[in-house]
């Protein structure tokens, strides 16, 4: 290809063919745009240069001039490593390396000037910098650019002295070889409206800036460059998929569907759950495949809509299925459809993994002839096994513990694709929910049923437990139910599980008048559903468990929820369990108790579900507060493509604004073939070409 950015790095002035090697290898560097999109990971303003003697512990990076004035080298056994004494006149101080010793022996030298570079640490009396950045200090540099660009290198690299400073230098004449030939990859127009930088000076001052101003500015363009295609494809690939994969046709709303509206609702629904049903009808009527996301916080009602979509297609003639996580929630599930729907005919059946034998077989027959109109169940229902006669709609309830492997499954259930309606309690910033989930188009209900009372949350210490303990007392008398959640993890397990036990003999003691249960994941599975059911008619009335409970469990008249040890939950895992109290018309309540010091961020937490009951309000905290953590970590890979500048959570404010720029295109430009946009269209095929180019290799 005659494109100059695609020529082998091979050929650039300083590299050649063993260091293109390394760079392939190494930094997964081929051609010369993917060295000029290597990007720095950090910048050093270089004209601060500091004294010894002032420097102060919890320093960030210094920057020091001098020389050092004796080596102390240890070259054998386990505590090999060389310490030079280095000075500038107004202190000593020690540069120490542990590692690349061959090396650092033959280069580094005493009695000539360096620059050095390096977050100081006290050791002993002095101060001391382990593997600083070191290199000779003269006339090279007084350098033109105030910041000093740094980039990631590898053990390899390090060894075969490609640094940070050489890449930058191969950066540089990578620059000279495009320079003037560097093509725009966002058209006049977006440049304009959004006042960006140009490419080749955005690409420039992000490798070289010369002040404080010039690298917000080109970061802005990279970044929103790079957000722009990553909407643009996601919004293309979700208009190609509706083109391709046709879906059933739902003509009509039909007798069990007006019948369960006008005769069985047990109470009116909320405006947000009308405007979704609405919007899963109308996807249903198109004759294509609905993949439809539904958003809405605990407690808002999601199981009536996923009940009237099933009706929905069982008024056209196909079957449904409605998937839960866990059995307990499948199980509760089935009992909440079925008291729905009362003495309506439909045939509603369950189908997990512990139903076995002659159970199993009749439920598999009748799906397969037909009589199973909805079936409920857990990951049990996507077995090759499971033969539906006409699967027309499955319902996915919380959604992050299905995959999309797991998703796709579903359809191979029908000689085409079922519709699939996913529903969610995470609540993630609606911006990221559209970037993540990728194809699917999403739906919120953003509404509580009315006359909930919102729950009280209350942060309590350890040493107030009997005010928690009078709180639930008074509670029981009034007749309510209340969750006890203990924590659990892995790592931790056998001594969280004896916190457990030991909550729960304690409790027995205390409310020796009131019958009190457990549930933990160790249990069987029909001990659980034991306790679990138990609990659901009130025979027990204190509920100890750990998070088995978290998600979707329905038991109106609970009206507390203590979480023990609550800072070791994260905030979506609190919301999710406060969410299962608040469900009737009485005042609920969520008690969160901790021991007494709490770190500032813990504490910010604690604060904020006490303040806040709304869960997307909530999410956005969290996700301040983790910072890019481990919903990063999920969000990166559910992205078409990897990104190399923009953060998925940090830069969320410029995604909605590059998604909006994005439809606007899609929408305004539908065939493609608008002059002002040629540009664009002409970059997304190139980036949709590399990225198969990518997955054929991988
Ligand atoms: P989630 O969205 O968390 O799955 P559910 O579907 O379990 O919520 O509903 C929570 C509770 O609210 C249930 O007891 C349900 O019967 C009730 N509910 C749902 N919709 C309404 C409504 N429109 N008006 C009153 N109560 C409702
Ligand atoms: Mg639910």
Same mark, same amino acid.
């Given at each position: 290809m005659s494109d100059i950015l695609s020529q082998d790095i091979q050929y650039l002035k300083g590299v050649g063919p063993a260091r293109a090697k390394l760079l392939n290898s190494e930094?997964?560097?081929?051609?010369l745009k993917d060295l000029l999109y290597t990007f720095p990971y950090k910048y050093v303003d270089r004209t601060i240069i500091h004294r010894i003697q002032d420097l102060e512990e919890d320093m960030p990076q210094v920057q020091l001039v001098g020389q050092i004035v004796d080596f102390e080298r240890v070259t054998k056994g386990p505590h090999k490593r060389i310490v030079a004494t280095f000075t500038d006149g107004t202190g000593y101080i020690e540069l120490v390396w542990f590692k690349a010793l061959k090396y650092i022996n033959e280069t580094i030298k005493a009695n000539v000037p360096y620059l050095i570079l390096g977050k100081p640490t006290v050791f002993g009396r002095r101060f001391s910098i382990a593997h600083p950045e070191i290199e000779k200090y003269d006339e090279e540099n007084t350098r033109q650019n105030q910041f000093q660009a740094f980039y990631s290198t590898t053990e390899l690299l390090k060894k075969r002295n490609i640094s940070s400073k050489v890449i930058s230098h191969l950066i540089s004449n990578a620059f000279d070889a495009v320079q003037g030939k560097l093509a725009e990859t966002l058209s006049p127009s977006i440049i304009n409206e959004k006042g960006l930088l140009s490419l080749e000076k955005a690409l420039y001052d992000v490798h070289y800036p010369n002040s404080s101003k010039s690298l917000p500015l080109a970061l802005h363009r990279l970044k929103f460059e790079e957000l722009f295609y990553l909407q643009l494809d996601i919004l293309h690939y979700a208009k190609d998929r509706k083109k391709e994969v046709a879906g059933f046709l739902f003509k009509k709303v039909g007798e069990q569907f007006l019948t369960f509206y006008n005769d069985h609702l047990p109470f009116e629904l909320t405006e947000a759950q009308k405007r979704v049903i609405k919007e899963i009808r109308s996807d249903m009527r198109k004759g294509q495949q609905m993949n439809r996301l539904l958003q809405g916080d605990? &407690?808002? &009602?999601?199981t009536m809509v996923a009940l009237m979509s099933c009706l929905l297609a069982i008024d056209n003639g196909f079957q449904a299925c409605i998937m839960a996580p866990t059995e307990i929630l499948a199980e509760q599930h089935l009992a909440t459809v079925r008291e729905l729907l009362g003495n309506m005919n439909v045939n509603v059946e369950l189908l997990t993994g512990i139903v076995k034998g002659k159970e199993r077989k009749r439920i598999l027959d009748d799906l397969a002839s037909g009589k199973t109109q909805i079936l409920v169940g857990t990951h049990a229902l996507i077995e090759p096994k499971v033969h539906f006669l006409n699967l027309g709609l499955a319902v996915i309830d919380e959604q992050h513990r299905f995959g999309v492997k797991q998703r796709s499954k579903l359809w191979e259930k029908n000689i085409r694709p079922p519709h699939v309606l996913v529903m969610t309690?995470?609540?993630?910033?609606r911006t990221l929910a559209m970037t993540v989930y990728g194809d699917l188009d999403v739906s919120v209900i953003d509404e509580l049923p009315p006359g909930r009372k919102p729950i009280q949350t209350l942060h309590y210490y350890s040493s107030d437990v009997d005010k928690m303990y009078a709180g639930i007392r008074t509670e029981l008398k009034r007749g309510r139910q209340v969750y006890i959640v203990y924590p659990l993890i892995e790592e931790s397990e056998k001594s969280d599980l004896k916190n457990l036990e030991d909550g729960y003999m304690q409790l027995t003691e205390v409310f020796s008048e009131y019958n009190v249960g457990k549930v933990h994941g160790k249990m069987k599975s029909q001990e659980k559903e034991a306790a679990m059911s138990a609990f659901l008619n009130n025979e027990i009335q204190i509920l100890v468990s750990t998070t088995v409970i978290e998600v979707g469990v329905n038991v109106p008249n609970a009206s507390v929820m203590v979480i023990e040890e609550a800072d070791r939950f994260g905030l979506a895992q609190l919301h999710q369990l406060r969410g299962r109290v608040g469900r009737g018309a009485e005042q609920s309540y969520c008690i969160l108790m901790t021991h007494r010091r709490l770190n500032e961020n813990t504490k910010r937490r604690m604060d904020i579900m006490v303040e806040s009951n709304d869960g997307f309000v909530i999410a956005e905290e969290d996700m301040k507060l983790r910072g890019p953590g481990d919903l990063e970590g999920t969000a990166q890979s559910g992205l078409p493509f990897t990104l190399k500048i923009a953060n998925i959570i940090k830069d969320n404010k410029l995604m909605e604004e590059a998604r909006e720029c994005a439809t606007r295109i899609m929408t305004s430009d539908p065939d493609e073939n608008l002059s002002d946009n040629a540009i664009v269209w002409k970059q997304l095929k190139r980036l949709k070409r590399n990225k198969e180019n990518f997955s054929d290799i991988s």
């Open positions: 930094l997964d560097v081929y051609t605990v &407690g808002s &009602g999601k309690a995470t609540p993630i910033p």
